[in-house]
């Protein structure tokens, strides 16, 4: 009978499945799960078991301006890219397809360039001796080199460059989806631009911006390519700081603890993204 | 003469080379009720978009009261609009929609709540300030769109085929509402529709766009009796077309030779007779009469299909050179009685009834 | 209005100017890379004093770089293989499956995206010493995997997302058997989803730095981490000319990418 073979088959593509995701199930559970969890534990057993690791890292003022350190550059770099990238994101958005293709050509070929290809190049064009200096000097804006590398006021540029891109594609999409007849609706109502703006545009793009600058400010808060190279080694940030203790000082214990207040920060925050401003959900 | 209410006047609107509007110009009366009727691409919307000034238009003026509006941005023309799709403000409720022009022209607290009550009792949505408009029907957040444009009492009201969203039931439903709203506010609507059946039902007068140009305007019976153009014609109603020759014109009435030999005499002829005298003979289906009994001034014809439509039955026939001529006649009509597939019948029709397009 | 570009009014040249500066902004330092690496100036002076091709004589002399790059591709090339055919697998089960917990396994999957890079490098450094992996191609392989395989999840998933599977199931009733069906219908259907999920995988694994320096011994390095610890000791110019060809080689494959979507929609 026809009926039978065809639910037949509904059952073929339909069951449970469970045997395709071992492969990527027995992956992370090894290679995921099983590392990131012993080095948390290491955080609270070595060198003894105890919280002293935590004490230390929570009692120090020196790591205290490392958690200062990654706090400021993360929200100013998000806060940056909000402003900067809400508006081009908005233009982008509207204009028309021929030069909005040029733009996000530019967009994507930046944010696909290699990591340290971009860092490099920033760190050339900051430095004392760089183009940025000898053009401000050129223009007699300032008199000696402004110091831009090796300090946070670079670490901030190199990550704003890496993070735009971040803030400006998903809310370009954000923004198209609004229906433009809204705004013009809003503006027959009586609305003036700045109106429209902030009673209209704004709160409907504001779930779009939130989600944008948490995931961000997380991003900031983890990074440690760029802060490495053009922080220098006096204005270390948390991923760094994770790094060093196992790189050069083999201290594990304090390793895992800097890592497990990196991980409990990023997770809260991506927890509340997932929860409250989840683009999939439409809201 | 006293100056016009709404004055369009010769708008054009190209975009490069297309030319979306030719030369649109018309007055309105306060209070009408304005509908423009056309297929899309006949520059219908453009017109309305220009009146709302999301469009600048290429020439023309639009006088409100005798001052121009063009200079006025939209959100300064207190212009009220109904849009396609619903357009209602997604983040606030129905209440802060409605409130939402009020409150833009800082009114008072109290004044915003009870016109915002007595805008939703117009539309008949009293009680649901506090829902959000996704979780509402769409005919509801139409009324919604409807209150909001209302509010603030604007002196004109544009609509921008504000029911195509919604299916064939509720949109009956809505027009009733529409046309209850515009006899109780007395407001001044502007209509965009393709559908001739909504434009009959509401507008006092109709502006039949073709081609980015008005090709007449005037009340349904008047579009419908006396077409100014085939595409009116075509337009409004159900029509048959058959080639024809003008033989002879005068003072508006035309001689024509239909090619199979008959000729029909004083069919009002509209536009001017080329040289070759080719013309199209318009025949409305409920004019024309059938008979079985060869008329030696009718039209010979074959029919080919009968179907019952209620209270009217359609008699689908065609001429031995093959064009479609559709009768409708009265449910019984002792002509039809029996009538079969392939029988020959004769057409007749008053010359009085009948246009001629050359 | 504020949505349609012709009504914007004074914003527009406000906020064109500000694109315009953006764009500049972003994309100034690839320019400058490029056009330094043909710099004659030991100390990346802008302009040069004169043009040379002295840096790629350099770069291509140094075997250790060309060397680096191999690994990288090699690493790259495996990752990409596996993380398609496991995320494919993966992308099918969730999709498809009807097992408890697939909505918890679609997040865990994803994690390591979203993780620090640096907790996940330091957490599998200790192990692969402990394993006695460190510093090898396999403990590369893995630690890329693991942030490769989201993308490939994501990726196809999406695709799986657009396929109506009753085209699979009339494959079968077609006399397919359900392998036989995802290979000669469901596969080539999601092939962009596939494409996409290979050139991400390998993007994600060709550029990898925070992992790769943990995973690298001095004689297994990528070529991100050859850069890295050139770049520790000094700014020089090498390293814009490996820039460049890594700029040219993005290029390429943003090139590739925009004529497959092109001949996908012809």
Redesign the interface.
Known sequence: MPVTLATDTVKITRERKFGYVVPALLLIVFFFIVPVTMLLLRSVLEPVPGMQNYAALLGSTTYLRVFLNTFLVAGVVTIVSIFVGYPVAWLLAIMPEKWSRIVLAIIILSMWTNLLARTYAWMVLLQRTGVINKTLMALGLIDKPLALVNNLVGVTIGMTYIMLPFVILPLMGVIRSIDPAILRAAALCGAGKLQCFLRVLLPLSLPGIVAGALMVFVMSLGYFVTPALLGGTSNMMLAELVAQFVQSLVNWGMGGAAALVLLVVTLTLYAIQLRYFNPARGK | MTEPFLSIRGIRKSYGPVTAVKNVSMDIAEGEFMTFLGPSGSGKSTTLYVLAGFQDPSGGDILLKGRSLLSTPSHKRNIGMVFQRYTLFPHLTVGENVAFPLRIRRRPQAEIAERVKAALKLVRLEGFEDRMPALMSGGQQQRVALARALVYNPPVLLMDEPLSALDKKLREEIQFEIRRIHRETGVTILYVTHDQEEALRLSDRIAVFSQGEVDQIGTGPELYANPATRFVAGFIGDSNFLDATVVASDAGKAKLSLGDGSVVEGVPLHGTSTASGKASLMLRPERLSLSRAAVPSGIAVTVRDITFLGNNVEVSTATPAGVDLAVRLPFGHEAISNLARGEDAWLTFDTASAHAFA | ?????????G?KPL??V??VV??I??????V??AA?SFGSSQ????PPPSWTFKWYQDLFADPRWLFSALTSLKIAGIVTVLSVV??F??A???N????VGRDF?RA??L??M??????????????FLKLGLAGTTIAFV??H??IA?PFS?ISIGNALDGFD?SI??AA??CGAS?WEARLRVTVPAVSHGIFAAAVFSF?ASW?E??LAI?MASPTLQTL?VK??TT?RQD?TPV??A??TL??AF??L??IVAALFRKGRKA
């Open positions: 209005m504020l949505l349609d570009f012709d009504k914007l009014g914003l906020l064109t500000l694109v953006v764009c902004f972003l994309i100034l330092p690839i400058f890379i330094l100390w990346l002076i802008f496991i995320g697998l993966a099918l089960g969730l498809r499956g009807s097992f396994l865990l999957f994690t390591p979203i993780l620090p890079v640096v907790v996940l490098a330091v957490a599998l450094y200790a192990l893995i630690a995997l693991l395989l999840i599977r699979e199931e079968i009733l359900p993007l550029d730095v925070v943990f991100p850069i890295w770049l700014l390293i814009a490996a820039s890594l700029i993005t290029i494959l943003m």
